[in-house]
């Protein structure tokens, strides 16, 4: 018999300076879900914190300065998980992410521990072009996520999941920032856990977003996520089936 979520679910959203989204996003959640939600401010410096103090009725974690969104992420598990929950699933506030797949998501998990969305699965006509370096350096890492682990992932950096709660305890997530994906997926792997991806239109609203100093250039960025995936190669031991690539 498949598993399925109760209604122990958690919506985390994650929050840095989207002053302009939060509103929206957890207005879009709410006319699609009815159960508890977190917000996790990591650190922002412009009006994020008095939006998300207005918010009724919803749960919510700062970080005194800006630690990373994988930090954010990490405190999200850690929150469901102290707090009893069963089911988690995250989504950006950048409004890049549709509201309307969180009871989806809740749904159709399954058997699965990471249920992961993805902007690639499916060619949807309203997709939005993906910026050209974005799309590279994704599936660059997503090619080497898959010849290491063999999940058969089309978009290793996607934001919105759905995830089994019990799973997540058994993780050590020390990446904060956006090189987070690779040491989870990396992870997840050495845990055994149960991957799918399910099909999300692809929208793309800012696409003068910025990663921070030297990661808004493509190839230091590429440095990086290639540095964190070598680095939990060497932690976990182990061994990739061929050698690690640094193109499409």
Known sequence: M????????????????????????????????????????????????????????????THKKNLGYGKSLVDAFAYAGENGYHCLVTIDCDEQHEPSQIPVIFEKMGDYDIF???????????????????????????????????????????GMKGYRVEALKKFD?????????????????KLGLTVGEFPIQRIYKNLDRTFGGRLDDPDNRLDYYMEVLEREL?????????ALTRTI
């Open 116 to 158: 992961s969305a993805s902007r690639y699965l499916e060619d949807y006509e309203k997709n939005d072009a993906a910026p050209k370096d974005r799309y590279r350096i994704n599936q660059i890492i997503t090619r080497n996520i898959n010849n290491i682990t063999g999940y058969h992932l089309t978009d290793g950096f996607c």
């Open 2 to 61: 498949a598993k399925t979520c109760s209604s122990l679910r958690l919506v985390a959203v994650p929050v840095y300076n989207e002053e302009t989204h939060i509103d929206g996003v957890v207005k879009a959640i709410r006319e699609n879900y009815s159960g508890d939600i977190l917000l996790i401010n990591d650190g922002s410096t412009d009006d994020s914190s008095k939006i998300i103090a207005n918010q009724k009725g919803i749960a919510s974690l």
């Open 234 to 242: 060497k932690r976990w031991q182990i061994s990739s089936q061929s």
């Open 173 to 189: 997530l020390k990446e904060s920032g956006y090189a987070f994906p690779i040491e989870f997926w990396i992870q997840a792997h």
